[in-house]
């Protein structure tokens, strides 16, 4: 299927590696043009190889205003227009209640909503110059049912969901497409530093997955290929869980 990328601009933002990697990957593949940032430098320029041609990177901190303002100012003077962004960030730390400061839950609250809020904000004007332009934000099956251990995750990501929600009816009308994905357990770095100090735990998890395995980042950036280009463009206010049949409500 041609997803209809080709030549489109793309941004994808914490993707030196894992989930956002494989976004980048699957769209550079489409033929977009991929823009690509994280905090480290080393780890974009071996990333930015993976995408060919059609990468760039800038390094951006996207819990830093300034870094966001720089990193949009980049794409309005290189293309002047932004096709999709796949608005991700790495994941808040672990830990029950008690464990977690006020620093931590501040952190979190940047890192998780406060990253995507400001990201959307600097993206419209671009996106508004778009012809099918669209928005994916990349949450976790803990908006569905929390996960043992990421309390600070479990609290905050529902957040990104009802902003999503909402952004649907209030840009909707501008054509901005906007939807979530809800990835469950993928074999990243992220993941298997989880797992470190309790090997067991993946046959635990793996056991109650209905197809039998973790999910690859490359798995997962193919169908948020999909859900960014014009090909979905019928997809809007959506949650879809990619999960491996994992997640076991009705809703």
């Keep these: 299927m041609d997803l209809q990328l080709r030549e489109k601009t793309l941004l994808v933002t914490a993707a030196s590696k894992g989930l956002g990697l ?8 489409e033929g977009a043009n991929v823009i ?15 995408l060919g041609d059609r990468g760039e990177y800038v390094v951006a901190d996207v819990t830093r205003v300034d870094d966001i303002v720089r990193l949009m100012e980049h794409v309005r003077e ?12 790495g994941g808040p730390p672990p830990g029950p209640f008690e464990s977690l400061s006020d620093h931590d839950w501040q952190a979190a609250f940047g890192l998780t909503l406060m990253s995507a809020v400001r990201l959307t904000r600097e993206a419209l004007p671009l996106l508004k110059a778009a ?6 934000y990349n949450t976790s099956i803990s908006v ?3 996960i043992d251990n990421l309390l600070l995750s479990n609290a905050i990501r529902p957040a990104v969901v009802g902003m999503m929600r909402t952004l649907s009816r209030e840009i909707g009308p501008m054509g901005i497409r906007v939807n979530a994905v809800c990835p469950g357990w993928v074999r990243t770095d992220r993941v298997k530093q989880l797992l470190a100090k309790n090997p067991s735990r993946e046959g635990e998890i793996v056991a109650q997955i209905p197809l039998g395995r973790m999910g690859t980042p490359d798995e997962f950036g193919a169908v948020c290929a999909f859900l960014l280009s014009p090909v979905s463009s019928y997809i809007h206010g959506a949650l879809l869980l990619i999960d491996g049949g994992l997640y076991h409500g009705m809703m």
Excluded: Q
Excluded at 36 to 49: F, G, H, P, Q, W
């Design 131 to 136: 012809e099918s332009p669209s928005i994916l």
């Design 22 to 29: 494989g976004v980048a990957r699957a769209l550079a593949s």
């Design 78 to 89: 290189t293309y002047s227009v932004l096709d999709g962004m796949f608005v991700n960030a």
């Design 36 to 50: 690509i940032c994280s905090r480290n430098e080393d780890a974009l320029k071996e990333a930015v190889t993976a």
């Design 144 to 146: 569905k049912e929390p």
